[in-house]
């Protein structure tokens, strides 16, 4: 009986464990696609040695501006994984997390349209690792977001006058 209780209980935290792991999947599109840039921009970088997963998002916001077009602000984290490097694997049983590595903390802001990052202006992507994350660079983030939705002007037709 006690034996089917703990294979009960390892059964039950596996299961939870794999539903936590896979957080990425219920993102929308256009989200994960600014994931995967910012991965894709991680696994460039010589500095960083780990692969990593989508671990959960912190915050974001859309700021929509007509015909389709949107900015989007997402800040998430992504968590190493036991996978090296450059690997393409996203199953969350065979790319397991772990747990002696410090989180990534990302910010990444693009424009879209029609459910694509446009490659004007540049998506802006930020990450580092979260104990290394300070208050300014959490400010300048925030500010850099703000510049790029103002200098678009996002015009309305309501802007416009006509004689």
Known sequence: MAAALLLLICAGALLHSAEAQDLYTQLSDIYKKGVDLAMVQLDSHAGVHHHFRFLRRVDSHE???GFGVKYIYHHFYLKPTMCPKGT???DPQRCLF???RPLMDC???YKTSEEQIES???????CIQKPRLTKAMTSSRIDHCKKMIYNAGAPTLLAS???
């Open 98 to 100: 772990r747990n002696d």
């Open 63 to 65: 700021s929509e501006s």
């Open 120 to 126: 004007k202006p540049a998506p802006y992507i930020h």
């Open 88 to 90: 393409t694997e996203t």
């Open 161 to 163: 006058t006509t004689n």
């Open 107 to 109: 910010a990444i802001c």
